[in-house]
T-cell receptor
Framework: DTGVSQNPRHKITKRGQNVTFRCDPI?????LYWYRQTLGQGPEFLTY????????KSRLLSDRFSAERPKGSFSTLEIQRTEQGDSAMYLC????????????FGPGTRLLVL | GEDVEQSLFLSVREGDSSVINCTYT??????LYWYKQEPGAGLQLLTY?????DMKQDQRLTVLLNKKDKHLSLRIADTQTGDSAIYFC?????????????FGGGTRLMVKP
């Protein structure tokens, strides 16, 4: 059973550096979501893809953030010029179709910006 | 905007039942979910309920939905120490492009032996 996978699991970086995270969804899931979870809070929606099309972006997603899903399979989330406030757990989820909406989450990438 | 609310903390003794409560705001939500998160880990889907149901039972888990009051609860029977975790309720929120989950802040369940 291959669930959603994310890499790396942990990332420590210095303020101002760029970081990139990868998410591999459950195969054949055409929807892929990114959420951000800060300490002590519930996850907050960032963006989502249907196949390779990015259909929705939250206002939390500043212009330093960019997400791609070039072939409709894996996705990357890049943060440019990281700030200490970007420190969080970045969670990826996938779901099968528009009507089969249950989202399955990966283990997350924990980012610490020093 | 939407706001899903949960109590912060619940402590029970091993073998007792736990009841975690949640209130949501979007009356058009079609599905409501419960997820479990252990320290440093991602979210594990526990169960979900469709909005036209009042109750759903799945082994030790019972979900109750009161649509009139927009209240959702998760009951865990015979709570075990391995159930200690943070529990999140979430509602589906529909927008022009599709759907996203809106989560509560989580309830930390502590099970004492």
């Amino acid at each position: 059973d291959t669930g959603v996978s994310q890499n790396p699991r942990h990332k420590i970086t210095k303020r101002g550096q760029n970081v990139t995270f990868r998410c591999d969804p459950i195969s054949e899931h055409n929807r892929l979501y990114w959420y951000r979870q800060t300490l002590g809070q519930g996850p907050e929606f960032l963006t989502y893809f249907q196949n390779e099309a990015q259909l929705e972006k939250s206002r939390l997603l500043s212009d330093r953030f960019s997400a791609e899903r070039p072939k409709g399979s894996f996705s990357t989330l890049e943060i440019q010029r990281t700030e200490q406030g970007d420190s969080a757990m970045y969670l990826c989820a996938s779901s099968l179709t528009e009507t089969r909406t249950t989202q399955y989450f990966g283990p997350g990438t924990r980012l610490l910006v020093l | 905007g939407e706001d899903v609310e949960q109590s912060l903390f619940l402590s029970v003794r091993e073998g007792d039942s736990s009841v975690i409560n949640c209130t949501y705001t979007d009356s058009s939500s079609t599905y409501l979910y419960w997820y479990k998160q252990e320290p440093g880990a991602g979210l594990q889907l526990l169960t979900y309920i469709f909005s036209n149901m009042d109750m759903k039972q799945d082994q030790r888990l019972t979900v109750l939905l009161n649509k009139k009051d927009k209240h959702l609860s998760l009951r865990i029977a015979d709570t075990q120490t391995g159930d200690s975790a943070i529990y999140f309720c979430a509602e589906i929120t529909w927008n022009n492009a599709g759907n996203m989950l809106t989560f509560g802040g989580g309830t930390r369940l502590m099970v004492k032996p």
